[in-house]
């Protein structure tokens, strides 16, 4: 191919057709011929024969598997979950096999060896992928073993599955039509005893005699009955016998001709083709021929374990020229090569007129000449860089000496305008402090006698108030409170009189019990005296008569003493209760009377302490005021230029004031 030919964004290969197409997708070359080597196809072709080889296996394990879906149609059901399954592995495997090794390796030495953060991410994801693409495959590799291995088992014995299901169906049919025929046959045989029952019967009846019914010999009337009844159960007989053998003919024919629509309409149920049958056949092959079964068994389940290992050993140990051919950045630069991108980044001898000339696909030499390049073009992009650096270095310093002298012209104008005006609002402060402080000390002045006239008229309009109030007060209420305070005086000394007399009469009760108390020790030694005088050796003596009764007169006189005594005792104490309780009226009226003129007087002593409190106030403010400094504040420093300003004017007035001094 001339150089001359090709154009820039021309590719110069052949378009594959539809058959091409296929034969590159059935055969894993995704990419076609490009960078494919004769080695590199061959091991493509193995491993795509491997592919098919092992979906063929899961798919026509799981079709036999499915032939037991619909009993009617049995290929339909098995062709349909084969194929399914098929596609399922064909794919899984193909997406697995033609997966991309050097993604990462490539996506940095085909781009200058430069790695960004998304590059390391995304070979962490790439890496996950793949390793999940093979934990997948394995997983479905043992699954394999433990689902699809007894299906395949079961295809390779299906013959003698086929001999065990038609032993199971002539059984059970036997084993049914064996049942029937019992069970008519009891039938027959008590119909065959009833009828020779009844033979006996008529037999007897028309011979006559003693066993008769009758009596009579010949055919009466009770035998021909007898003979009728005969007659139907001989009909009975040969009707249920025609039926058993029609019955027994029908499932004969039926079993011979497998009929299960027919065995359903005579009421037997065989079981049909379905996975638990073919378990229990495979299960009754097992026990019939354990060895063989166990060799043909471990067989299958190593066939496909040895196509899995093969698949996925396959796919690890390819060797560089299929990794190559399975990178998607090594073909996507290839395709770009055919378009001319890298012609002017390359010499002569590695233009694509010259790589394209090949017979041969050179995939490794074209990975050594994409590496080159894109350093070359990392390097010149390093240095372009650089250079484009410097250069923007240069402008910006430039352009920020000229922003600098620019900023430092403009900050000296800034500085001279702020400070101008920083000036004028010093000024305009300080006229504003002035002016301010003035207002401030003129308002304190009015704020001071505008309060101390406004509380003098309040004390003045609050003392009026109470004046008024404690004058219309006593006219209307106060008349009463000199004739209680009266009446009070009167009851005060009244009562004291009362407890002086009460006292009074409290002592001479007093006086009254001790002699009582005295009258009453002497009356108790006379009775002593008397006692003993009677007790003694000289009781019946005239002498001691005598003494004894001049002893009881005296008694006689001390008791009625104390009679007398006692009665006046009870005057006294009669008088004193009478003391007591015209004291304790007293005490309560004279509580009525202080407590009429607590009341009355309680709104004249609010009145008082309410005057009070209010010369109180006005002493505390009018003292408050008194002790507060004197409204006038000192300048501060804010005013200290508009009043020398203020002050150069007053004195300009009146005496010039020197040029230099201004």
């Known amino acids: 191919m001339d150089n001359s030919s090709l154009t820039l964004g021309t590719d110069p290969r052949k378009k594959p057709n539809f058959f091409q197409r296929f034969m590159f997708f059935m055969t894993l070359r995704q990419s076609g011929n490009n960078l494919l ?76 060896g430069v790695e960004t953060q998304a590059d390391i991410a995304k070979a962490k994801k790439s890496s996950v992928f793949l390793t999940g693409f093979f934990i997948a495959r394995l997983v479905i590799a043992l699954a394999s073993l433990w689902i699809a291995a007894p299906y395949v088992t079961q295809l390779v014995f299906n013959a003698d599955i086929q001999n065990k299901q038609q032993e199971y169906f002539h059984q059970a049919v036997l084993e049914v039509k064996q049942k029937y025929q019992d069970t008519q046959q009891a039938e027959l045989q008590k119909l065959s005893e009833k009828i020779e029952q009844k033979n006996n019967e008529y037999q007897k009846e028309i011979a006559g005699g003693v066993g008769s019914l009758s009596g009579y010999k010949g055919v009466g009337v009770t035998a021909k009955a007898i003979g009728a009844e005969l007659t139907d159960l001989k009909q ?28 359903a309409a005579l009421d037997i149920r065989v079981d049909k083709d379905s996975p638990i049958l073919r378990r229990k056949a495979i299960k009754d092959i097992e026990l ?47 395709n770009q090569y055919c378009l001319g991108k890298y012609d002017k980044y390359l010499p002569e001898t590695d233009q694509r007129h010259v790589l394209l000339n090949s017979h041969e696909a050179l995939p490794e030499e074209f990975e050594r000449m994409m590496i080159e390049l894109h350093q070359r073009k990392a390097e010149m992009e390093v240095e372009e860089k650089r250079i484009k650096e410097e250069e923007e270095a240069r402008a910006e310093a430039k352009a920020a000496e000229e922003k600098r002298i620019k900023e430092e012209e403009e900050a000296r104008k ?89 006292k009074t009469q409290e002592e001479r009760i007093d006086a009254k019990n001790q002699r009582i108390e005295q009258t009453e020790s002497d009356i ?62 007293l005490r309560n009226r004279l509580k009525d009377i202080q407590q009429q003129l607590s009341e009355l007087q309680q709104p004249l002593r609010a009145i008082q302490k309410a005057r009070s409190d209010v010369h109180t106030r006005k002493i505390g403010l009018l003292s408050k005021q008194g002790l507060e400094d004197a409204p006038i504040e000192k300048p501060s420093e804010q005013e200290w230029g508009f009043l020398a300003d203020k002050i150069r004017g007053q004195l300009t007035e009146t005496l010039p004031i020197p040029d230099s001094i201004k």
Not at 85 to 112: A, K, Q
Not at 468 to 496: C, F, M, S, W
Not at 537 to 558: C, F
Not at 573 to 580: A, D, H, L, R
């Open 236 to 263: 009975q007989y040969q009707q249920l016998d025609q039926e058993t053998k029609q019955r027994l003919k029908q499932i004969e024919l039926a079993l011979k001709n497998r009929d299960y629509a027919e065995l």
């Open 37 to 112: 080597t004769n080695g590199a196809k061959g091991y493509l072709i193995a491993m795509s024969v491997i592919v098919i080889l092992v979906a063929v296996a899961e798919g026509v394990a799981w079709g036999y598997f499915g032939t037991a879906f619909i009993p009617a149609n049995p290929m339909v059901s098995g062709l349909i979950i084969g194929v399914f399954v098929f596609l399922l592995i064909w794919f899984f495997d193909r997406m697995l096999l033609t997966s991309d090794f050097m993604e990462h390796e490539h996506r940095l030495r085909l781009n200058g």
């Open 414 to 502: 800034k500085a001279e305008e702020e400070e101008r005006k920083r000036k004028e609002r010093e000024e305009e402060d300080a006229k504003n402090a002035y002016f301010t402080r003035i207002a401030r000390e003129k308002a304190e002045i009015e704020h001071r006698e505008r309060y101390k006239e406004m509380v003098e008229k309040e004390v003045e309009s609050v003392l009026a108030l109470l004046k008024e109030e404690e004058v219309q007060y006593l006219q209307n209420d106060g008349a009463e409170i000199p004739r209680l305070q009266q009446e009070e005086t009167e009851k005060i000394d009244e009562l004291h009189e009362k407890e002086k007399q009460f």
């Open 524 to 585: 108790e030694k006379i009775e002593q005296k008397i006692e003993i005088l009677s007790r003694g050796e000289n009781a019946h003596s005239v002498e001691t008569l005598e003494v004894i009764d001049r002893y009881s007169q005296a008694l006689i006189r001390h008791q009625e003493i104390l009679r007398g005594q006692r009665a006046e005792l009870l005057g006294f104490q009669s008088n004193q209760k009478f003391y007591e309780e015209s004291s304790q009226l």
């Open 288 to 334: 019939q021929y354990p060895q063989e079964f166990a060799q043909v068994e471990h067989t299958v389940q190593g066939l496909l374990l040895i196509l899995a290992i093969i698949l996925l050993g396959m796919k690890l140990m390819q060797f560089t020229t299929v990794k190559l051919y399975f990178s998607s950045n090594l073909q996507s630069k290839w």
